[in-house]
C-alpha cells in the first residue's frame, strides 16, 4: 500500500510538470475543462447566495475596466465573452476563475481611487487565471493529502511512539513547507503577470504601486508573512517597483480608455 501510494504520487507529478511564464515550476493534476466547470459552478452560487449591486453608474465602470483587461488576456485562457459581476458588499475583494469569471465587492472601490488602480485589481485576480493557480493549488492540496495518507499507513505499521504527534507535525509541515508558499508564489507572480496585464491594457502600470500603498493603509493586524497566504504589503510595493521599468515598455496612454470612477 505504501509503495502503490507512492508510486502514484510520483507519476502523476511527473507527467503533469509545466512551467509558468515566468518561469516557474508548476505541477498540475486536473484538466483545464474541470477548472472551467467548476469555476461556473462556483460562480453560479455565489451570484445566489450574495446580493448584486444594481447601481448602473458603478456596474458600467467595472465592465470598462474588466473588459479592456479580457480583451488583452490570451484566447487559449478564455475564448469567449467573461461575465462580470459587481457584489453590493462592504468586503475589499475581488476574484477571477476559471471560465472566464470575475468578481468585484463594492468595498474595494473604496480603495481603488481610479480606473488604473481598479485595473490593477482585475489585472492581479485575471492573472491567477492566466498561469492556472487554481489548478494548482487544488493539485497541492491533493498531494498533501496523498503524503497525509502515505504518512498514516507507515506509521500504523510502524511501531513509533506519540504518532497522533507526529501527523500533527506532519500536518504542519504540508500547510507551511508546500501549501502556503504556493500561495504566496502564486500572489506575487500574480502581481507581476497582472501588472503588465494592465500596461499592456492602456492602464497605468505604476498604479499597482499606489494600490499596495492604499491597502496598507487600511490592513489592520496581520499574520507573519511566514505564516500568511500573501505576502506582506511591503513586498508587494518592493517587487512591483522593481518591476515597473518592465511594464513601463508595455504601457502607451494612446491605448487607454476614460473608464470614469462614478
Not at 493529502?145 to 497522533?164: F, H, R
Amino acid at each position: 500500500m505504501k509503495i502503490k501510494l507512492f508510486c502514484i504520487l510520483v507519476v502523476l507529478t511527473l507527467t503533469a510538470c509545466t512551467k509558468s511564464s515566468t518561469g516557474r515550476n508548476q505541477i498540475m493534476l486536473f484538466s483545464e475543462s474541470e477548472l472551467n466547470q467548476m469555476g461556473a459552478q462556483s460562480f453560479d452560487e455565489m451570484k445566489q447566495k450574495q446580493k448584486i449591486s444594481d447601481n448602473k453608474a458603478l456596474n458600467n465602470y467595472v465592465y470598462c475596466v474588466a473588459n479592456t483587461i479580457t480583451a488583452n488576456v490570451p484566447k487559449d485562457v478564455h475564448n469567449g465573452a467573461w461575465e462580470v459581476v459587481v457584489f453590493d458588499s462592504e468586503q475589499v475583494n475581488a476574484f477571477a476563475l476559471p471560465g472566464g469569471k470575475i468578481g468585484v465587492y463594492t468595498g474595494i472601490l473604496n480603495v481603488a481611487d481610479d480606473q488604473h488602480q481598479l485595473a490593477a485589481i482585475i489585472g492581479h485576480e485575471v492573472a491567477h487565471v492566466i498561469e492556472h493557480h487554481s489548478n494548482e493549488r487544488m493539485s497541492a492540496n491533493f498531494a498533501g493529502q496523498m503524503i497525509d495518507a502515505g504518512a498514516q499507513v507507515l506509521l500504523a505499521a510502524s511501531n513509533v511512539e506519540n504518532k497522533g504527534l507526529w501527523m500533527a507535525g506532519l500536518g504542519l509541515g504540508v500547510q507551511y513547507g508546500l501549501i502556503m508558499p504556493y500561495s504566496r508564489s502564486h500572489e506575487s507572480e500574480a502581481d507581476i503577470i497582472g501588472q503588465d496585464l494592465m500596461a499592456k491594457s492602456g492602464f497605468k502600470p505604476e498604479a499597482a504601486i499606489t494600490l499596495w500603498q492604499n491597502m496598507a493603509k487600511v490592513s489592520k493586524s496581520a499574520p507573519p508573512e511566514f505564516m500568511s497566504t500573501h505576502p506582506s504589503n511591503n513586498t508587494r510595493i518592493s517587487d512591483l517597483t522593481q518591476h515597473l521599468p518592465k511594464a513601463q515598455q508595455y504601457y502607451s496612454s494612446s491605448n487607454s480608455l476614460n473608464c470614469a470612477k462614478p
